[in-house]
């Protein structure tokens, strides 16, 4: 699978900088949106089952205002879900070209799956919509979620690890290492958390109850969604430090502990939020906590790509000096590159040998044979390369291959040279 390899093109320094900060966001923008469609989704399906065993509309229709979290427009998956992956695919085949990893496809195929879990969810919401059966369809758009955005993880986690690239590159072995799981289970914990804050915040902004059927139900989910909250944002803490804890050496940097203090700590905010939110039996704390929690995302990320950045550093000088080699064989191709020719580095090189300017060595000397081309260098050039037969006293000269540049400066330099 080394077809994205074929279409990379060759990068500056500055240009794998720049590529840098667009993974960094279209990574932020895929979590963000992929972590509230995986847990909204799943939680509807939670909830769908749950009123499914014990027969009661409440959970119900709390399951069909949890699929709508997300689900309002479908160019929205497109946009926010499709694009960045497929984005972060090419910017890592860019920034790993010749690494011989191929995780930029694996997380085309994550992409390609994702694509389906989308259709998917919508098929389930659809369904449930027209109270049809529906369950079958969120367990399939749930698994198809979950599964591609373990897939990037995983990928994810593969390119910081530079000591692994060479014994990890297939799906099942990223997939199944010890960082991956828990890298994933803290997405998914961060997932629940963020359905549940958004939940918090589409439904209970203004305070309204028009929204809801029924006062219990509007009790009800709002009591369901802090609990979630809560219980997510007490169990994130742990999983980031076990996280941190699993990094690979070759890729720790002090930057990376400070992100990691700050992800701590924007987590520590959204936990006095959704305590506040129980304690005064108030809701509108649900924005302030989802901007923290946005926050969150992109800390983790630009802190993984700190890690990244600390494991490639290696890497990226060779495609630095790779970049150089290819600048140069355009240049020339296009007839860019001004040599410099340096007329007496050609005598030194090439003339020297036979030739001096007073003494007479296999050939002349210079200070017997120039005067006669005063004035006229252009004899000299064609003489130069083409040398003919002249002087009965000595052998023929051979021609030395030079070019008719090479031939001209080293005309130049001799001629100027002999009279000194
Ligand atoms: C292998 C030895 C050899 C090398 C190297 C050599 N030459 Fe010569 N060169 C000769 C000989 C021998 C002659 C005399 C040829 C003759 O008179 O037929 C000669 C003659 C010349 C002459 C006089 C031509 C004339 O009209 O009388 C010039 C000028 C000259 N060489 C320039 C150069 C330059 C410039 C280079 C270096 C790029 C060079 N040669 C390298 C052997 C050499």
Redesign the pocket.
């Known amino acids: 699978m080394e077809f994205l390899d074929k279409m990379v093109l060759q990068q500056s320094a500055h240009h794998m900088v720049l590529l840098k900060y667009l993974l960094v966001l279209t990574l932020i923008i895929f979590y963000c949106y992929a972590g509230l469609l995986l847990g909204s989704t799943f939680l509807s399906l939670f909830y769908k089952l749950k009123s499914k065993k014990l027969e009661d509309s409440n959970n119900s229709i709390f399951s069909k205002m949890l699929i709508d979290l997300v689900t309002f427009n479908k160019s929205v998956g497109f946009a926010l879900g499709i694009i960045p992956i497929i984005s972060a695919s090419f910017c890592y085949a860019q920034l790993l070209h010749k690494t011989g990893l191929d995780l930029p496809e694996f997380i085309l195929i994550a992409a390609l799956i994702f694509y389906f879990g989308l259709g998917f969810v919508y098929l389930y919401k659809f369904r449930m919509k027209k109270n049809k059966s529906s369950w079958y369809f969120g367990i399939i758009s749930t698994v198809l979620l979950a599964v591609s955005t373990l897939v990037l993880i995983g990928s994810t986690q593969l390119a910081i690890d530079s000591e692994n690239w060479k014994n990890q590159n297939d799906i099942i072995s990223i997939v199944l290492s010890a960082r991956t799981i828990f890298s994933y289970l803290h997405f998914v914990v961060f997932s629940l958390l963020s359905a549940s804050l958004f939940f918090l915040y589409k439904y209970f902004r203004n305070n309204s109850e028009e929204e809801f059927p029924s006062e219990l139900l509007r009790v009800y989910s709002r009591n369901q969604s802090l609990k979630i909250g809560l219980v997510s944002v007490i169990i994130l803490p742990a999983l980031v430090l076990i996280y941190i804890f699993l990094k690979p050496i070759s890729s720790l940097s002090f930057n990376f502990f400070g992100y990691a203090v700050l992800a701590l700590i924007s987590l520590l905010v959204i936990s006095v939020f959704l305590y506040v939110m129980i304690k005064e039996n108030k809701t509108a704390y649900g924005s302030k906590a989802l901007f923290f929690l946005v926050l969150f995302i992109s800390i983790m990320v630009i802190k993984d790509q700190f890690a990244f950045d600390t494991a490639t550093k290696k890497h990226f000088v060779v495609l630095a000096s790779e970049y150089e080699e290819y600048q140069k064989k355009v240049q020339e191709e296009f007839g860019l590159l001004v040599e410099t020719i340096n007329g007496a580095d050609?005598?030194n090189g090439?003339?020297v040998?036979?030739?001096q300017f007073d003494k007479k060595l296999?050939?002349?000397p210079?200070n017997e044979?120039?005067p006669?081309?005063e004035g006229k260098k252009e004899a000299?050039v064609q003489?130069?390369l083409n040398?003919v037969?002249?002087?009965p006293d000595?052998?023929?000269?051979?021609s030395?291959g030079?070019k008719p540049s090479e031939a001209e400066a080293?005309?130049d330099y001799?001629l100027s040279t002999y009279k000194k």
């Not at 000595?394 to 051979?398: I, S």
């Open positions: 050609i005598f090439k003339c040998a036979c030739h296999v050939g002349p210079y044979t120039l006669k081309y000299l003489f130069i040398p037969k002249i002087n000595y052998p023929p000269m051979a030395q030079l080293v005309a001799i």
